[in-house]
T-cell receptor
Framework: GAGVSQSPRYKVTKRGQDVALRCDPI?????LYWYRQALGQGPEFLTY????????KSGLPNDRFSAERPEGSISTLTIQRTEQRDSAMYRC?????????FGSGTQLSVL | GENVEQHPSTLSVQEGDSAVIKCTYS??????FPWYKQELGKRPQLIID?????GEKKDQRIAVTLNKTAKHFSLHITETQPEDSAVYFC??????????FGAGTRLFVKA
């Protein structure tokens, strides 16, 4: 595709529900990153993949957060039992030659 | 792990003046330093980057400098224009594995 695509663009959910956020990276980009960006803050690293392998998940806040990229292309970030503090913009990025290309993000609101 | 400090958090300049944003990093293994611009409601986009084997890089009105010894790098914008108003993020990358961002500088350019 022309750029990194994320869906949904907005997600409103009730506390305690599970959510799944999807990322479709730029075609041919091997590495895919997930970031979280709170309002007025810089992107916070969560996890990244090379192909289908999750290389580093040190930024995931706790075990309610998980991510997968089973076929080395589309990735899903899942948050179980959502809490209000999970509300943020979740951005996916694919990378080429160390340059990050961000998607438009999913704005998650947990009520 | 890597930690990136950025200042100032807010910067207001008159159109035509110069703006300077400064960042420091902690991990001496970091070797790639990108700068991203984020306009209101949009995704961060790369505007310039510098690698650790270079001390300075310029692209039209923007330039970056890097001091490896002191572990700090700076973004310089000359002849600022209202369209330069945005949030700017510095970042550091340790060998292509993960990019750590600063907290951002909100730049206002007054016409």
């Amino acid at each position: 595709g022309a750029g990194v695509s994320q869906s949904p663009r907005y997600k409103v959910t009730k506390r305690g529900q599970d959510v799944a956020l999807r990322c479709d990276p730029i075609s041919g980009h091997v590495s895919l990153y997930w970031y979280r960006q709170a309002l007025g803050q810089g992107p916070e690293f969560l996890t990244y993949f090379n192909y289908e392998a999750q290389q580093d998940k040190s930024g995931l806040p706790n075990d309610r957060f998980s991510a997968e990229r089973p076929e080395g292309s589309i990735s899903t970030l899942t948050i179980q039992r959502t809490e209000q503090r999970d509300s943020a913009m979740y951005r996916c990025a694919s990378i080429r030659s160390e340059k990050l290309f961000f998607g438009s993000g999913t704005q998650l609101s947990v009520l | 792990g890597e930690n990136v400090e950025q200042h100032p958090s807010t910067l207001s300049v008159q159109e035509g003046d110069s703006a300077v944003i400064k960042c420091t990093y902690s991990d001496s293994a970091s070797n790639y330093f990108p700068w991203y611009k984020q306009e209101l409601g949009k995704r961060p986009q790369l505007i310039i980057d510098i690698r650790s084997n270079v001390g300075e890089k310029k692209d039209q009105r923007i330039a970056v400098t890097l001091n490896k010894t002191a572990k700090h790098f700076s973004l310089h914008i000359t002849e600022t224009q209202p369209e330069d108003s945005a949030v700017y993020f510095c970042a550091a990358n340790t060998g292509g594995f993960k990019t750590i961002f600063g907290a951002g500088t909100r730049l206002f350019v007054k016409a």
